[in-house]
């Protein structure tokens, strides 16, 4: 789990979205359906947490800033990459029926786009709707699709697959489980709410048809925006902060590292990313045993407020050379955050956007949790690969943590006006 990892918490209070119009051919929207409000409203104070309790007017009462929230289907990159975290995610692969072909995977896409567009925007589906959010806004939806590498050959694509969606290399620490790896088509849903999110996800799985299967599904979740007194980076269910050097958009190398270059290749990809996506579980029985120091040891920063042991504060950069007394690395040479920096990787650089998530327990008392690790990068090979290569050979974490699923996936670029995602490799 390298340091360099989850956005920054965004500021949970957003504008208010208009009432979408219920037009024909549209169907009407989610909040329309309800009517009147419940008989309580959450008062949200400007910093997003919750300061009390009041009763509800006689009249509709407007959405909370956390489920007025909207992000927007149609742009330059698809959804649910440079947002902020999301409380509530699915990540889902589908594997391509026998017969199904380049025809019914885009009739698929042409589907799955209408209806992301729709339930993005705070609106049913339009056809045999579930009713399961219907009380809800948008609450910052956002659905994004990928292509698996088998995907092309099944399509008659080969020669449209890129060349970075080369299978990722073996690594000493996988215990992969291929069952829930991999798959020709890969969807990820995330939302501030766990009814909408799950909505979205049972109308994806509807409109797969007869075209698609599921091969795996997950389920992940974090923070609730306003869970905290003010915007903060997130936790791990290691209880370790977990975020402080992820990339972030006003950095002037951030489209270079992240996204596929206009001019780049294949066309198709032009302001795509690719997602390495792992189910990574923790071993939170063992890690928990250790003592803090310990802890803090295994990730070079302070569990308390996610500064490095070299001193400062969360954002201080981390002084790899300061010893202690004895002569020491204050920062171990195995330690996590060591590793994992940028500058000790050639440059290599992710956007990582990951759900926590538990499965339960198993029959020896051990949870089954971790973290559904999603990185977003412009090439895996300078991405995932060079930094998964060097936590391989000497990582302090390795210890407490086993690599139990894994995919790779080219996303492309958002779909324009009109269009559905992947359109342009599909009918180009």
């Known amino acids: 789990m390298p340091d360099q990892s989850l956005p920054e918490a965004r500021t949970p209070a957003a504008p208010a979205v208009p009432e979408p119009a219920g037009a024909p051919g549209r169907g009407v929207s989610r909040r329309a359906l309800l009517g009147t409000a419940g008989a309580t409203g959450l008062v949200l104070g400007a910093a997003g947490g919750a300061v009390g309790y009041t009763a509800a007017p006689a009249q509709a009462t407007p ?21 902020g975290l999301q409380a509530r995610g699915h990540l889902v692969a589908f594997d391509l029926t026998p017969g199904a072909g380049r025809k019914e995977a885009a009739a698929l896409l042409r589907r799955w786009s209408a209806t992301a567009e729709r339930l993005m925007a705070g609106e049913t589906t339009g056809h045999d709707d579930t009713g399961v959010a219907r009380d809800a806004g948008p609450s910052s939806l956002t659905v994004t699709f990928g292509f698996g590498h088998s995907f092309f050959g099944r399509t008659g ?13 073996d690594f000493s620490s996988d215990r992969l489980d291929k069952r829930r790896s991999d798959g020709d088509l890969w969807v990820q849903i995330g939302a501030d709410d766990a009814l909408v999110a799950f909505h979205a996800l ?25 869970a905290t007194a ?13 975020g402080t050097r992820n990339p972030k958009p006003s950095d002037s190398d951030f489209g270079r590292r992240i996204f596929v270059p206009a001019s780049g290749e294949p066309a198709w990809m032009a302001n795509g990313s690719y997602a390495v996506v792992r189910r990574i579980r923790m071993l939170l029985d063992d890690w928990e045993k250790l003592s803090l120091p310990a802890q803090e040891a295994v990730i070079g920063r302070r569990k308390a407020d996610g500064a490095p042991l070299s001193g400062g504060g969360e954002t201080t950069p981390m002084d790899l050379e300061k010893a202690d007394v004895k002569g020491e690395y204050v920062v171990p040479l195995n330690a996590h955050a060591r590793i994992t920096r940028p500058d000790r990787n050639g440059g290599a650089a992710m956007l990582r956007r990951p759900f926590s998530y538990h499965d339960g327990i198993d029959a020896d008392g051990a949870p089954d949790a971790g973290l559904l690790f999603v990185c977003w990068q412009a090439d895996p090979l300078r991405g995932f690969v060079p930094v998964q290569r060097k936590l391989d050979r000497g990582d302090a974490l390795s210890t407490y943590i086993r690599h139990e699923a894994s995919g790779l996936f080219a996303v492309p670029g958002g779909a324009a006006d009109g269009e559905y995602v992947g359109q342009r490799l599909l009918e180009g």
């Open 230 to 242: 003010h915007p903060m980076t997130a936790r791990n269910l290691m209880g370790q902060v977990d």
């Open 157 to 169: 694509l080969d020669k449209q697959r890129p060349g970075a969606l080369d299978p990722l290399p």
């Open 63 to 83: 959405l909370t800033s956390v489920g007025s929230g909207r992000a927007m289907f149609h742009g330059k990159h698809q959804p649910g990459i440079t947002e």
């Open 202 to 226: 049972r109308a994806i799985q509807k409109d797969a048809g007869s075209a698609a299967r599921v091969r795996w599904q997950m389920n992940g979740f974090n923070r609730t925006p306003g």
